[in-house]
C-alpha cells in the first residue's frame, strides 16, 4: 500500500472505530434504561402487592416471582452500562503507583481475565436458557412461569458485557481515548483528573 493510500485509509478506520465505539456504547446506555425501567417496574409491583394483601386483603400469585425475575434481570442486563459508566468495584492503589505503560497493561490483562469470566458464565447462561426453552421448564409455583424468559437475562446480559469489554480493551490496547479503565492514561477518568489538577494549579498560581 502507498503512502497516499495509507493516509486515506487511516480516516477511514478511525470514522468506523469511533462509529463502533459508539454503537456499543448506545447498546450499553439501553441496556442501562432497560434496567433501570426493570427496578422501576419491581417497586410498582411490590407496592400493588403490598396493597392487595394488607388493604384489599386479597392473596397475590405472580408479584413475589415477579418482583425477582425482573430484579435479577436488571443486574444482569444492566452489567454492560455500569461497566460503560466503570461503576463496578475496583481498587485502583496499585495501579496509580505504576508507570504508564505498566499501568495500560495491567488494565488490558484484568480486561481479558474478565473477558474471559464473562465469556464461561453467558456461554453456560446460554446453554441453560436452550435447555429450559425446548424442555419447556416452568416454574414450580402458581403461575407456573416459562423459565426461558428469566433465563434469558444470563447470556443476553453477561454476552453485551463481554462485547462492552472488548471495547474498552481495543480501546486501551490502541491508545484510543475512548478508554475507560481507571489509572489508564488517556483514559475518560485520567483526563478528567488531570484537567482538574490543571485547574486547581492554574487557580493556586493566579492566588
Not at 453456560?124 to 419447556?136: I, K, P, Q, V
Not at 481507571?182 to 482538574?196: F, L, M, T, Y
Request: hydrophobic letters at 50%; aromatic letters at 10%.
Amino acid at each position: 500500500m502507498t503512502e497516499h493510500a495509507r493516509e486515506r485509509a487511516a480516516p477511514r478506520d478511525g470514522a468506523f472505530a469511533r462509529s463502533l465505539f459508539r454503537v456499543i456504547g448506545l447498546i450499553s446506555t439501553l441496556c442501562g434504561i432497560a434496567a433501570a425501567t426493570m427496578i422501576f417496574a419491581s417497586v410498582l409491583i411490590t407496592c400493588q402487592m403490598i396493597w392487595m394483601r394488607f388493604v384489599m386483603n386479597a392473596s397475590t400469585i405472580w408479584q413475589t416471582e415477579m418482583v425477582v425475575y425482573l430484579m435479577i434481570a436488571a443486574t444482569m442486563i444492566g452489567l454492560p452500562y455500569v461497566q460503560r459508566l466503570r461503576g463496578h468495584v475496583n481498587v485502583d492503589l496499585l495501579p496509580m503507583l505504576l508507570p504508564p505503560p505498566a499501568r495500560r497493561a495491567l488494565a488490558a490483562v484484568t480486561l481479558i481475565l474478565t473477558i474471559a469470566v464473562a465469556g464461561v458464565v453467558a456461554f453456560y447462561g446460554f446453554e441453560l436458557f436452550h435447555l429450559a426453552f425446548e424442555r419447556n421448564w416452568k416454574s414450580d409455583t402458581v403461575w407456573g412461569v416459562s423459565l426461558w424468559i428469566p433465563y434469558l437475562a444470563i447470556p443476553l446480559g453477561f454476552g453485551l458485557f463481554v462485547v462492552q469489554l472488548a471495547a474498552d480493551l481495543f480501546a486501551i490496547m490502541t491508545g484510543r481515548d475512548d478508554a475507560g479503565a481507571p489509572g489508564v492514561p488517556g483514559s475518560r477518568r485520567e483526563k478528567a483528573r488531570g484537567e482538574k489538577a490543571r485547574g486547581e494549579k492554574a487557580r493556586g498560581e493566579k492566588d
